[in-house]
């Protein structure tokens, strides 16, 4: 985010365009639509940093209220539809997939217990899809969302006061990132092999 001065921050967007949403409303925003923020100024001080979060809560809701497709988890399914009089039967000689494996799902935050948790997690909401679902609740018009419109935002104008964003992407997963350096870069084995 870049700022100006602290006071073109408290002005708002009164000096510039209509399409430019000032830090304060970019703020107020993000807020509104249940993300967490932790915002701080660069070294220089002429940019404002602003990272931000979506607590497992609010990932949930928004999934429900919009609908997201989401992996089945195989034994609960099983456990779910064996109960009740008309059981799936398993043929192996059709097909090596269980009847209850690949089934997606719009998901529901009263019964999350139907869902695959996602690997490393024990919820269904892999780093990914966080990744896509903050986006979304980001930049959607839906009720309970931002709606910012960050390619509007980010922009290469020549003028960097009327820049509301800078730059937008995902902070790396550390432990993910050492694991995968762990597996790609070694000594013991050449690159083409």
């Given amino acids: ?11 708002g ?5 209509p399409d430019h949403v000032s830090f304060t409303q970019i703020i107020e925003r993000l807020y509104q639509a249940g993300l967490q923020t932790s915002c701080f100024k660069s070294g220089d001080g002429d940019e404002i940093y602003i990272k931000l979060r979506a607590p497992l809560r609010r ?3 928004h999934a429900a209220d919009s609908g997201w497709d989401m992996l089945l988890d195989p034994t ?9 009089d008309a059981p799936i039967e398993d043929d192996h000689e059709t097909t090596p997939l269980t009847p209850y494996q690949c ?4 998901f529901d935050d009263e019964r999350p217990e139907l869902f ?3 690997p490393g997690y024990q919820h269904p909401f892999s780093d990914l899809l966080r990744i896509k ?9 839906r009720s309970g969302c931002a709606h910012l419109n960050l390619r509007k935002m980010k922009t290469d104008d020549a003028d960097p006061e009327r820049c509301s964003v800078i730059a937008y992407f995902p902070l790396h997963n550390r432990a993910l990132a050492d694991d995968l350096e762990q597996r790609w870069l070694t000594w013991k084995v050449r690159p083409w092999e």
Wanted: aromatic fraction near 4%.
């Fill in 76 to 84: 609960a399914l099983r456990e779910k539809i064996d109960n009740t």
């Fill in 103 to 106: 089934i997606y799902g719009s």
């Fill in 116 to 118: 695959a948790h996602a």
């Fill in 59 to 61: 990932l949930a809701e």
């Fill in 1 to 11: 985010i870049n700022g100006a001065s602290a006071q073109d921050l408290e002005q």
């Fill in 133 to 141: 679902m903050i986006t979304d609740i980001i930049t959607s018009n």
């Fill in 13 to 17: 967007a009164s000096k510039y365009s």
